[in-house]
């Protein structure tokens, strides 16, 4: 497809395990974005991409949490350990370039820590 | 202070009428300006631009004001379908940052 596209859509995984979401970005976009959201909240920074460095990397919350960009393209975010708070849905976006254009956002993996 | 801020909201209003909100944004070397619009468990999607001399699409008429530092979005004879959470997204060379979003209710 045209569009952002991230899996698994919905995973519930029990508390200490880990997971790994999946992001694949539109096709030409060197910067890929990761944020998280709780229900009824705004966005939180997680980290982004340009190309494969990640040069802001302050919005992880934890040492739990690590991603990766291989290739300038796909992107995985994974977080170990996985804890109730960690539950959100993780959001992935991309745009052509760092600042200055059009974020577009994939459509989330809805994680659940039970 | 935020960097960038937004009246949460609830703005309650009935079909048909006129709705505007803010955001304001507090260092001046931002340099671009987009209002997202989210509806419930959906990811955001853009809603349009921010041009400096103020843009108009359709019922949407966004604006900036670099003097005051904010960005403004104006909808007309608003639909059922305008309830949404509008996110004010502000870039500098070195950071993007969303607003919290303004959450829009309107009512039949």
């Known amino acids: 497809g045209a569009g952002v596209s991230q899996s698994p859509s919905n995973k519930v995984t029990e508390k200490g395990k880990d997971v790994e979401l999946r992001c694949d970005p539109i096709?030409?976009?060197?910067?890929l974005y990761w944020y998280r959201q709780s229900l009824g909240q705004g966005l939180e920074f997680l980290i982004y991409?340009?190309?494969?460095?990640?040069?802001?990397k302050s919005g992880l919350p934890s040492d739990r949490f690590s991603a990766e960009r291989t290739g300038g393209s796909v992107s995985t975010l994974t977080i170990q350990r996985t804890q109730q708070e960690d539950s959100a849905v993780y959001l992935c976006?991309?745009?052509?370039?760092?600042?200055?254009?059009?974020?577009?956002f994939g459509e989330g993996s809805w994680l659940t820590v039970v | 202070r935020k960097e960038v801020e937004q009246d949460p909201g609830p703005f309650n209003v009935p079909e048909g009428a006129t709705v505007a909100f803010n955001c304001t944004y507090s260092?001046?070397?931002?340099?671009?300006f987009f209002w997202y619009r989210q509806d419930c468990r959906k990811e955001p999607k853009l809603l349009m631009s921010?041009?400096?001399s103020g843009n108009e699409d359709g019922r949407f008429t966004a604006q900036l004001n670099r003097a005051s530092q904010y960005i403004s979005l104006l909808i007309r004879d608003s639909k059922l379908s305008d309830s949404a959470t509008y996110l004010c997204?502000?870039?500098?060379?070195?950071?993007?940052?969303f607003g919290k979003g303004t959450r829009l209710h309107i009512l039949p």
């Open positions: 976006a991309s745009s052509l370039v760092y600042s200055g254009n059009t974020i577009y």
């Open positions: 096709s030409g976009h060197t910067a």
């Open positions: 991409f340009q190309g494969n460095s990640a040069p802001d």
């Open positions: 260092n001046s070397a931002s340099q671009s």
């Open positions: 921010v041009y400096s």
């Open positions: 997204v502000v870039h500098r060379d070195d950071k993007i940052i």
